[in-house]
């Protein structure tokens, strides 16, 4: 079945250390995104991407990194000078039309603590 | 960044009954999504409304999209303990020359056996 897998499920962060959250799809979709949720509030948007070896910041990109080398792989490093990291963080994806125009289709998360 | 923002935040109600959550937003729009979301797991997309569109049923679910006011309502019928869940309502916001989907904070839905 076609989907997308985030893992690890929990991951657990040292301070000073960068950690990187993994998101596969074999959707055959070109967008993918990355979502950070805080208790209570509504997705935030990290970075995303609509091709490969393109990316955009979006509304709360510091801190954080990212790489689309494969069409069907997301990774995101969250670095140490992302000083609040506690957070699920959600990777989606979509077919290209634009955001909006196209369902997203989401992983069931990794949650990131700190140690 | 503008967000949409759903009311009521939570809302309690017995098994068979009917749900209704609305969603409101800032900007103009070409569509509008809702998603639910089960504790701990990613959402999984509901309906799009597109902006010439005013009502879209699928199964249970009823979406009706009012774009005078501004404003889109998620009715389920007949409720489940399987629609215990958060349902979150997305508009697109046009960012230059990219679209990024906005999210409202939710709503947080108890269906009680």
């Known amino acids: 079945d076609g989907g997308i897998t985030q893992s690890p499920k929990y991951l657990f962060r040292k301070e000073g250390q960068n950690v990187t959250l993994s998101c596969e799809q074999n959707?055959?979709?070109?967008?993918m995104y990355w979502y950070r949720q805080d208790p209570g509030q509504g997705l935030r948007l990290i970075y995303y991407s609509q091709i490969v070896n393109d990316f955009q910041k979006g509304d709360i990109a510091e801190g954080y990194s990212v790489s689309r080398e494969k069409k069907e792989s997301f990774p995101l490093t969250v670095t140490s000078a992302q000083k609040n990291p506690t957070a699920f963080y959600l990777c989606?994806?979509?077919?290209?039309?634009?955001?909006?125009?196209?369902?997203?289709?989401f992983g069931d998360g990794t949650r990131l603590s700190i140690l | 960044s503008q967000q949409g923002e759903e009311d009521p935040q939570a809302l309690s109600i017995q098994e068979g009954e009917n749900a209704t959550m609305n969603c409101s937003y800032k900007t103009s729009i070409n569509n509008l999504q809702w998603y639910r979301q089960n504790s701990g797991r990613g959402l999984v997309h509901l309906i799009l409304i597109r902006s010439n569109e005013r009502e879209k049923h699928s199964g249970r679910l009823r979406v009706t999209l009012d774009t005078s006011k501004k404003s889109s309502s998620l009715l389920i019928t007949a409720s489940r303990a399987a629609d215990t869940a958060s349902y979150f309502c997305a508009t697109v916001y046009n960012a230059g020359n990219n679209r990024k989907l906005i999210w409202g904070l939710g709503t947080s839905l108890a269906v009680n056996p």
């Open positions: 959707l055959n979709h070109d967008a």
């Open positions: 989606a994806s979509s077919p290209l039309g634009g955001a909006g125009n196209q369902p997203q289709h």
